[in-house]
């Protein structure tokens, strides 16, 4: 299995609203990651976590809130969003630097 | 963090072979060259890497110049489903610096039918 899953696919949520990415892999990556992209850009890093600790914050603003619960799962939980916030959220996970990292799909965020 | 640089776009005719450059002249002795793209609406996937010497797989060559300071990814016979945008990636060896996987801008490679 060498899949990274996000769910949802696609999320509204309003400015008010508190809601949650998720990601998933079964592929014994001990390093995930979650990047921002907006359209015709490239993927920006947001966090790092290498065997479940934050090791890497882009200074993110802190309505995007990280957590590893486990080495399979990563999620980013999202309060108080603002419009400019919409975006393809993207998951990652690698293993070691000399070896491939993968992508999910992405999740399309769109705040209203 | 060592920072790459890579045309903005590039052109190639079907079945024909594209060299996408790209220039890491700050790039220390023990990172990573890694090659990733993008597909439309699709997660960024997995292309090739090295570190010092040539490599070759199913996709595609990665051409490592001698002092390691500009990289050269190549595609055989280029089709239609090979139009992305093409990164070219510094991972570390050690430390925070070896699970960073930071994008650059990209090339973006159309190919002509």
């Known amino acids: 299995d060498t899949e990274v899953t996000q769910t949802p696919k696609h999320l509204v949520m309003g400015m008010t609203n508190k809601k949650s990415l998720k990601c998933e892999q079964h592929?014994?990556?001990?390093?995930m990651y979650w990047y921002k992209q907006k359209a015709k850009k490239p993927p920006e890093l947001m966090f790092v976590y290498s065997y479940e600790k934050l090791s890497i914050n882009e200074s993110v603003p802190s309505r995007f809130s990280p957590e590893c619960p486990n080495s399979s799962l990563l999620n980013l939980h999202l309060h108080a969003l603002q419009p400019e916030d919409s975006a393809l959220y993207l998951c990652?996970?690698?293993?070691?630097?000399?070896?491939?990292?993968?992508f999910g799909q992405g999740t399309r965020l769109t705040v209203v | 963090d060592a920072k790459t640089t890579q045309p903005n776009s590039m052109e190639s005719n079907e079945e024909e072979p594209v060299h996408l450059p790209c220039n890491h002249s700050?790039?220390?002795?023990?990172?990573?060259i890694h090659w990733y793209r993008q597909l439309p609406s699709q997660g960024p996937e997995y292309v090739i890497h090295g570190l010092t010497s040539n490599v070759n797989n199913r996709m595609a060559s990665l051409a490592i110049a001698e002092d390691r300071k500009s990289s050269t990814l190549i595609l055989h016979r280029a089709t239609l489903r090979d139009a992305a945008v093409y990164y070219c990636?510094?991972?570390?060896?050690?430390?925070?610096?070896?699970?960073?996987?930071?994008f650059g801008k990209g090339t973006k490679l159309s190919v002509i039918p």
């Open positions: 700050t790039i220390s002795g023990t990172d990573y």
């Open positions: 990636i510094l991972r570390g060896s050690s430390g925070a610096g070896s699970y960073q996987l930071t």
């Open positions: 592929m014994g990556h001990r390093a």
């Open positions: 990652a996970s690698s293993g070691r630097m000399n070896t491939e990292a993968f």
